[in-house]
């Protein structure tokens, strides 16, 4: 059996960078993305298993994407976690938390996150 | 005792002054006498005369005469004519310049007495007349200018003031108040108090300070108006008339609208730059462990120990960053508090099960005491974690080695008291005034290893506050410190 593809979106290049070192040493394979339009890309491209996505981000936001992506059929299965810095219940005009909960992603983990965490929550989704 | 009454008689001819004494006296007059009307004036120059007798005939200076020279220095002297029969032309003429009676000579005693008595009542009358206008007079003129100054004052306030009657009807305001509410007079006065400011809770306030003034000690209200981009804060407070009747409200209205923008971008501030700091936290916190768990290679012990001394930073930073949004979150209003029936028993379990590998770290022993019958509080479960947190792990930060923090519950009537007392250094009794305050630390050559935001107890006192609650602080140095917050029930 192949390894499973995880898809990281994030401005951060050091985060996707360092996200992508822990999965590959849990043995995943790892697809990188910089912003929500190159993510959507990548999706395109290859399906992957899981999607692990940042909210603030130039472009296309974490939350577009995330509701495009459960809207369509054809992506609606992919399970998502949504990565954010967004404190939780300061309301901000763009990234409020009831937003973050109407996308349906599948997990919501607060920055700053650590390694077992997101592991965690990537191997939960699979 | 009653004044004595003087009488001066003038007359030319000694058998009538010694007669008219001789009268007089017996009815209980001081008697005065003068042979001449250029004496008697000089008399009453020199002593008080109440009424004067004055003979129409005398040489050198007549009655009429002394009439016009009394009448301009004594105004108030009665005087009466004492004329001889078939004069009383001459006495008709006296009377016509100021005389206030005449007898015609012989006079009858009781003619004499009942013209002074009744002379002596028109000057009582005239004087008693005199007084009442003199006061009157002052008294509008204190109320004119109490009236100008109240009126001055109110209209160079920096502040709003609105006065409504008991009817609630406008009666007053001054022109900050319509400067503060945008409006363009000028509006019906009494008018109704909507078209002044329609704000309901502003007219529910009104109309329960109305209904309730007479029947409750008077209090002042106070509450915070948004008018677009105006706040407000009202004071309101009725006024009551001498007996005690409500007779309408005033209320003044101070400006906070720059308080509240300032604190607005302060929240904003602090939220933005926490966002901005969290970001890149993560990022460099995944890559430490990244190295620390090897997948970058080899490391050596020494390079362990510094990443890990730099993780433990990177982690005091990140509370830092976490408290400062909390606190934010709390004074902009944001968090939401759900106050249910809460069993502190369960929360301080929690946070003790919590924190025990800490304390067992820092070898210090933590005592649960709560009694099993200790009445639930109504609080935000999340919120009471995070003070309970925050006061635990300072008694463990701050205590020796080998020390215990005691974690115990009361029940104080209306109010639970939980208490977390430890064996710890102490607190100057200078620094605690201080020690709530945000970005406080206690300076101290042995908490200086101790990492801290300086917010922890910020957050405490903000969320006991948000719960009507207090929180207070005991403390000896080098004996520990007791934290004591009270909830309401």
Redesign the interface.
């Given at each position: 059996m192949s390894a499973k593809y995880v898809l990281i979106v994030d401005d951060?290049p050091?985060?996707v960078e360092?996200?992508s070192?822990?999965l590959e040493?849990k043995g995943y394979e790892v697809g990188k993305a910089y912003d929500g339009i190159e993510g959507e890309e990548a999706i395109k491209q290859r399906r992957p298993d899981v999607l692990v996505l940042d909210v603030?981000m130039p472009r296309k936001n974490g939350y577009q994407l995330c509701k495009e992506l459960k809207a369509d059929p054809a992506t609606k299965g992919i399970p998502v976690v949504l990565?954010t810095?967004?404190?939780e219940?300061?309301?901000?005009t763009t990234y409020s938390h009831a937003e973050g909960m109407a996308v349906e992603a599948e997990d919501f983990i607060p920055?700053?996150?650590?390694?077992a965490t997101l592991v965690e929550a990537v191997e939960r989704l699979l | 005792m009653e004044e004595q009454t003087t009488v001066l008689v003038v007359d030319d001819e000694k058998v009538i002054r010694d007669g008219c004494t001789l009268l007089l006296q017996p009815e209980g007059y001081l008697v005065a006498t003068a042979a001449s009307g250029r004496e008697a004036l000089d008399l009453m120059g020199a002593q008080p005369v109440n009424v004067v007798l004055c003979d129409l005939k005398m040489p050198g200076m007549g009655a009429l005469e002394v009439l016009e020279d009394a009448g301009s220095l004594f105004p108030d002297v009665p005087i009466i004519i004492i004329t001889g029969h078939g004069k009383v032309a001459d006495a008709v003429e006296c009377m016509k310049k100021g005389a206030y009676d005449f007898v015609t000579k012989p006079f009858r005693v009781d003619h004499l007495t009942l013209a002074i008595k009744r002379a002596l009542e028109k000057q009582r009358l005239e004087r008693e007349t005199k007084r009442l206008q003199e006061e009157a007079a002052r008294n509008l003129y204190t109320l004119a200018m109490e009236q100008s100054r109240m009126h001055t004052i109110v209209n160079c306030m920096a502040d709003g003031v609105l006065v409504t009657n008991r009817n609630l009807e406008v009666v007053l305001c001054n022109p900050t108040f319509m400067q503060l509410l945008g409006l363009s007079g000028p509006l019906p006065q009494p008018g109704p108090l909507p078209a002044y400011l329609n704000e309901q809770s502003f007219l529910d306030a009104i109309g329960e300070l109305c209904d309730k003034a007479e029947s409750e000690p008077a209090k002042c209200l106070s509450q915070e108006i948004c008018r677009g981009r105006v706040h407000l804060r009202a004071m309101s407070a009725p006024f009551f008339g001498p007996d005690e009747k409500m007779l309408g409200t005033v209320t003044v209205f101070h400006d906070i609208t720059a308080f509240k923008e300032l604190d607005a971008m302060k929240n904003e501030f602090v939220h933005m730059v926490s966002h901005e700091l969290r970001s890149p936290m993560t990022a460099i916190k995944l890559q430490h462990e990244v190295i620390l768990d090897g997948l970058a290679g080899e490391v050596t012990n020494k390079q362990r120990e510094l990443l890990s001394r730099a993780q433990g930073k990177i982690q005091g930073l990140i509370e830092l960053i976490n408290e400062s949004l909390d606190i934010a979150k709390i004074e902009a209003g944001y968090r939401q508090l759900e106050l249910l029936p809460l069993q502190m028993g369960e929360v301080l379990r929690e946070v003790v099960e919590l924190l025990r590998v800490k304390a067992e770290d820092q070898k210090v022993t933590l005592n649960l005491s709560i009694p099993p019958d200790l009445p639930p509080v109504r609080a935000d479960r999340r919120s009471m974690e995070e003070v309970f947190i925050n006061l635990v792990s300072n008694a463990i930060n701050y205590s020796p080695d080998g020390g215990a923090v005691a974690i115990s519950g009361f029940s104080h009537g209306e109010y639970v008291e939980v208490r977390v007392a430890d064996t710890g250094i102490g607190i100057e009794p200078e620094e605690i005034p201080k020690i709530f305050d945000k970005f406080y630390r206690v300076k101290h050559p042995r908490t200086r290893q101790i990492i801290g935001t300086g917010l922890g107890l910020a957050l405490v006192k903000g969320i006991v506050d948000a719960h009507r609650g207090t929180v207070e602080v005991e403390s000896q140095l080098g004996v520990g410190s007791t934290f004591r917050v009270f909830l309401p029930r």
């Open positions: 951060d050091d985060l360092t996200v070192m822990i040493s603030m990565l810095a967004v404190g219940a300061v309301p901000t920055k700053p996150v650590d390694a | -």
